[in-house]
């Protein structure tokens, strides 16, 4: 990354999302945004802050964060539009709840459903196409990284991705870098690892046109209260992308007041 990139990056507010999986209820999840709404540390507006909720909760969150300063978003879409697809929800249907975000390519939708890199390029087109931010996540396993493969792995990822848009299109995504070894395991890159890797994957994006070099850059896999605000810290890392912390008032907010 060049320095004044860098910089005009870094002067940006961070991106702090939240990541609920297959968790929650009507009740839990009201019980879990009244006591983000009723902390300052988001009015106080250091860190944009969303949460990415299972489909069915879309309207909730709609109903009870409208006017918030937390926005929501789900967690997954199709690659279709309309038509004879059971099952599938599709970017405009999500983006009627007035979602602002949509995950695309999670590892755990790319291991337990199979999504490849065509599918993940093609879902995050629809996102954008509906006027909403894609956050294209990215990570090598365990054994890609034992294997030396972690570059390569995750420049093909969002290598695909950036081929099927244009230099408009590409400046706004967000991508998410979550080594699948850190993701829920309790084990968090090191603050120098997750750099290096956000360093290239800077590199990839400013490759792509001037403008996508401030795409923001998300690390997510094991953050916690105790770890954010050192990997905040690293010049290349734009925010997290939080699984488990997220389900947490306390935590969540932790780790939204560190950025
Ligand atoms: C995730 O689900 O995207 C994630 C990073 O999970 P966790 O924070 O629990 O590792």
Redesign the pocket.
Known sequence: MDSASAKANKAAAKLVVG?W?LHGSLAANAELLARLLASPVLAQGRAVTAVCVPFPYLAQCQQLLGGSPLAWGAQDVSAEINGAFTGEVSAPMIGEFGSSYVLVG?SERRAYHGETDALVAAKTGRVLAAGMTPIVCVGETLAQRDAGQTDAVVERQLGAVLAALDVPQAARIVVAY?PVW???TGKTATREQAQAVHERLRAQLAAKGGEVAAVKILY????KPDNAADLFAMPDIDGG?????SLKAEDFLAICGAA
Not at 220 to 223: E, L, N, R
Not at 241 to 245: C, Q, S
């Open positions: 990541n999986k999670h979550e850190a993701i829920g997510g896999g094991s953050v992308l939080i699984g488990g912390a």
